[in-house]
Nanobody, 126 residues
């Protein structure tokens, strides 16, 4: 059974940092592009970052670029989202998602992704 599980969420003060992990089970991530998404209460799910299968390509939306970083360790079947300088508007449930990709590309549209985790809550509040 193919599964993605996010962890590392929690409550953090503004300006703080968190690192989310996305661990795959039931399949190897080597040939999958991974996207990170978030959904705040009352809002649509938005793509915020992605990383290509080999890790050579990453993309970010403007609001997180320079603060967030996506990396992957295929040997550990894990992708990470390092989040720094967190703001209250970053509060959301964060999801990772995977899609088979044989190319050095990745996208941040929800429609591209086939497998989804259940999400991890990130709350930024003083």
């Amino acid at each position: 059974q193919l599964q993605l599980v996010e962890s590392g969420g929690g409550l953090v003060h503004p300006g703080g940092s968190l690192r989310l992990s996305c661990v795959a089970s039931g399949f190897t991530l080597d040939y999958f592009a991974i996207g990170w998404f978030r959904q705040a209460p009352g809002k649509e799910r938005e793509g915020i970052s992605c990383i290509s299968a080999s890790g050579g390509i990453t993309n970010y939306i403007a609001s997180v670029e320079g603060r967030f970083a996506t990396t992957r360790d295929n040997a550990k079947n894990t992708v990470y989202l390092q989040m720094n300088s967190l703001r209250p508007e970053d509060t959301a449930v964060y999801f990772c998602a995977a899609v088979v990709s044989g190319m050095e590309v990745c996208g941040i549209s929800t429609r591209l992704y086939e497998y989804w985790g259940r999400g991890a809550q990130v709350t930024v509040s003083s």
